[in-house]
């Protein structure tokens, strides 16, 4: 048996840890470091696009909001673009245990940086936070699926617990953030999320014994010649891509637009040209290739969803901001303090959702069906929004607070069915020699919604509101029902999801 096989720190053999929940207790460690990255992450997120457009005069960058919210969008292009070489390093290099300890420290350096007040600080920040995230979001997910065996039904359950601790983080981050960008200055709330992420750091090491799998070097090392080789191509290549970006931008050729474009671009490539090498490589079996087809429907339903979900931080912050009340029963909030809505119903309504697959055990609806609710109940959450923006001009009118409020509520009920359903089915679709790598290929499905959406938000303020979310919400719910309509097929070539 290998090292790998053996090693697994001090944590019991899975199946045999019931100490959270019912749950291995590995489960509360890698719950509590995603409680304080979407602190940091999403706290930062819900003022992102706020402080962007606000006035240079009170501390924003001066963008218009389309432009803001395509920035923002780019932003999340290049976060899950990232944790495509997050998920490879982890498998051949360092393993998921230190690529997730690196990846928060330099999520933790991001936000320290962004807390200097000056813009280039700014988007040094982003470009540490982006790095750190591509290499703790896709192998912390990974991780969890390490804790149980692939039949083990407590599975979605566990990843339905995980995700209601990232949302403990998704509600609380933006309420302090919101009230600091807005009390004392946008740094300020970068500030708080910097300390956030160094919480999440501490319980990550301090818990790391209950871990499973846990190694000191990654599970599919590539040979000490070839490591040497890699690390000296990735010093070579960062260095390389940092110059000509420099260079282009001294020339006035990379300018902001242009960036977002190349993004969008890569957004769309990527994924196409790592769906090929998985489907080619010999490391992956007859049978596991065949997993990957459906693999594939389950991959477009996650960016038809997330198209949606990341515009509560864009295009919905910026609707909040200027035609929504921020009054309720006299007590005045920040319009980003809309963004913990949704963390708060993904807390309350996830242990719900984990109970009731609990109860039903083998009974419970299929992953691709889960799926397909989700990607409906996100579309819908749009759709509400076309009757409070129905009929008026311009940024007059105030729409009242529960609208924005119920399409939170579409939105993180349809968030738990999906992402919890396609993070399980990923780890269980997985080839063997690219488990890292194919929960990195599910964050690309994120890549490509971020990519996407940095173009369409453009739109954003160029046509009317109604217009703007209608369409967009139809599209997603017609995507939904046509993942419904191909469960046959799917149950079929989905084994051993269930």
């Known amino acids: 048996m290998s090292r790998t096989e053996n090693d697994t720190g001090s944590a019991p053999p899975p199946g045999d840890d019931t100490a959270f929940f019912g749950q291995p207790r590995g489960l509360l460690t890698l719950s509590g470091l995603e409680v304080w990255e979407r602190f940091s992450f999403l706290g930062m997120q819900a003022i992102l696009v706020l402080y962007f457009a606000d006035t240079v005069a009170h501390g924003g960058m001066g963008m218009d909001p389309g432009n803001a919210a395509s920035v923002s969008a780019a932003y999340g292009t290049l976060v899950y673009l990232v944790s495509v070489a997050g998920g490879w390093l982890a498998d051949r290099i360092l393993g998921s245990y230190r690529a997730v300890l690196w990846g928060g420290i330099l999520i933790a350096c991001g936000h320290y940086s962004m807390a200097v007040p000056t813009p280039t600080m700014t988007w040094v920040g982003l470009g540490l936070i982006s790095a750190g995230t591509g290499l703790l979001k896709p192998n912390v997910a990974s991780m969890v699926g390490k804790l149980y065996r692939t039949d083990d039904e407590r599975r979605d359950a566990g990843f339905a617990l995980y995700y209601m601790g990232i949302n403990i983080g998704a509600f609380a ?23 956030g992420m160094t919480f999440g750091l501490i319980q990550y090491v301090a818990g790391r014994r209950h871990l499973a799998g846990r190694t ?3 599970e599919y090392a590539l040979p000490p010649e070839g490591m040497r080789r890699a690390v000296r191509l990735m010093i070579v290549g960062a260095v390389v891509v940092a110059a000509v970006a420099v260079a282009l931008a001294l020339a006035g050729w990379l300018t902001m637009g242009r960036f977002v474009d ?7 490539i990527a994924p196409i040209v790592y769906f090929v090498v998985m489907f080619r490589s010999p490391r992956v079996t007859a049978e596991e290739r065949g997993r990957l087809k459906p693999y594939l429907v389950l991959f477009i339903a996650s960016v038809a969803f997330n198209f949606i ?18 009054t309720i029963l006299g007590f005045e909030f920040p319009a980003s ?15 719900v959702v984990a109970a009731v697959w609990a109860r039903m055990g083998p009974r419970q609806p299929h992953a691709s069906n889960k799926i397909a609710i989700g990607v409906i109940l996100g579309g819908l959450s749009f759709l509400l929004m076309v009757i409070p923006t129905s009929g008026h001009s311009g ?13 939170y509520l579409l939105l993180g009920l349809g968030d738990i069915l999906l992402e919890t359903s396609g993070m399980s089915a990923t780890t269980k679709l997985a ?21 996407i959406q940095a173009q369409v938000v453009k739109l954003y303020g160029e046509v009317s509101n109604p217009a703007y979310f209608g369409v967009n919400g139809a599209i997603a719910v017609a995507v939904g029902i046509a993942v419904l309509a191909l469960a046959p097929w ?3 070539t989905m084994h051993p999801v269930h």
């Open 173 to 195: 981050g933006p309420l302090i953030t919101g009230w600091l960008g807005d009390h004392k200055g946008w740094h300020w709330g970068f500030s708080a999320a910097a300390i």
């Open 262 to 268: 190349v993004l969008t671009y890569i957004s769309v």
């Open 309 to 326: 979900l990341f515009q509560a931080y864009s295009t919905m912050m910026l609707l909040a901001a200027s035609n929504a009340e921020t």
């Open 490 to 492: 799917l149950r079929r």
């Open 337 to 351: 303090w809309y963004a913990s809505a949704l963390g708060a119903f993904e807390v309350a309504l996830a242990p």
């Open 216 to 218: 000191d070097a990654a």
């Open 395 to 407: 940024d007059t009118y105030k729409m009242a607070a529960w609208w924005i409020v119920g399409s």
């Open 431 to 451: 080839p063997q020699a690219f488990a890292s790598q194919t929960m990195a290929l599910w964050f690309l499905s994120l890549a490509l919604a971020n990519g």
